[in-house]
């Protein structure tokens, strides 16, 4: 008598055992198939679907530094920088070591900078004290990020 018992016990968690490793493959199997989706779409500069597809990974994987890194680089892509930085920064908190979120950040932060700079240049009155300053931290970023005028 115990012993069809103690075989029921087994049989039971056997399955119960494999239904909890197939549950924890699923979302990594979904999120590998998505990343590589995500990855297609931005290689064919398809960058709104590529947001799209790692906004959602980020949400099923929240603790991945590379798809809030990729996230960004799609945010950036799609002229999205405030977008992108939060991004970045996401990324960073994930993995503090990962120095293409850094110095992807870093580029874009000087280039919301230089514009403010454009900005400042369009917008302030000629005899505006902070136009000049601001001429000259505008120059700087120019040679800094190697564009031109």
């Known amino acids: ?23 924890r493959q699923g ?14 779409s931005y290689r ?11 906004e959602f990974l980020t949400s099923q994987v929240p603790k991945d ?27 960073l908190i994930r993995d503090n070591g990962l120095g293409k979120a850094w110095y992807n950040m870093g580029l874009l932060q000087m280039q919301q900078a230089l514009k403010t700079f454009i900005d400042m240049q369009e917008n302030l009155p000629e005899n505006d004290p902070a ?10 970023l120019f040679q800094l990020l190697g564009q031109t005028k």
């Open 1 to 23: 008598m115990a012993r069809p018992f103690l075989i029921f016990i087994l049989i039971s968690m056997v399955t119960l055992l494999g239904g909890c490793a197939s549950h």
């Open 27 to 40: 979302p990594y199997q979904l999120s590998l198939e998505q990343s590589e989706a995500a990855m297609a």
């Open 44 to 54: 064919r500069a398809d960058y709104k679907e590529a947001v799209r597809q790692y």
């Open 65 to 91: 530094a590379n798809f809030w890194f990729y996230l960004g680089n799609a945010y950036a892509k799609d002229k999205q920088p405030q977008r992108a930085v939060m991004a970045y920064e996401n990324a």
């Open 131 to 140: 136009r000049k300053l601001g001429r000259e931290k505008m120059d700087a």
